[in-house]
């Protein structure tokens, strides 16, 4: 299975970003209101500039003064690990895994095309094993 493939699965294209000069309270006004645990932080909304997640947040403004003036690129990812639709599904995993990341902007032809979670990724490869356990079963039934 392809990244395009997990992408399809997730059902919706959709890719939250914010830019890099908005505020950590409208980063996190975005974020619950999306109900998301990263966004991509983007100039144009097409092309990456980083990410930010709730684990920055915690992360990298433990001790501020004033948390919420700071802005989304004081804290973001800059050095943003991506992945391309034809990459594996199991590339993917192991990206996350190696990477220690939870969330990967998927990049097609230089534009962002789609954001992909841990979640995602472990949603993906549970309906493959699914798949394959009923197929198993269908064939020892039959």
Known sequence: MRVKDVLTSKGSATVHTIEPGATVAELLDRLAEHDVGALVVSHDGTHVAGIV????????LRGV???????????MVAEVVTCGLDDSADDLMALMTRRRVR????????????????????????????????????????
Do not use: C, N
């Open 65 to 75: 003064d004033d948390p919420g003036s700071a802005t989304v690129d004081a804290i």
């Open 103 to 142: 969330h990967v902007p998927v990049v097609a032809g230089g534009e962002l095309v789609g954001l992909l979670s841990v979640g995602d990724a472990v949603k993906q490869r549970m309906d493959a094993l699914e798949f394959e356990r009923d197929q198993l079963s269908s064939y020892v039934q039959g």
């Open 53 to 60: 997640s709730e684990r920055d947040v915690v992360r990298k």
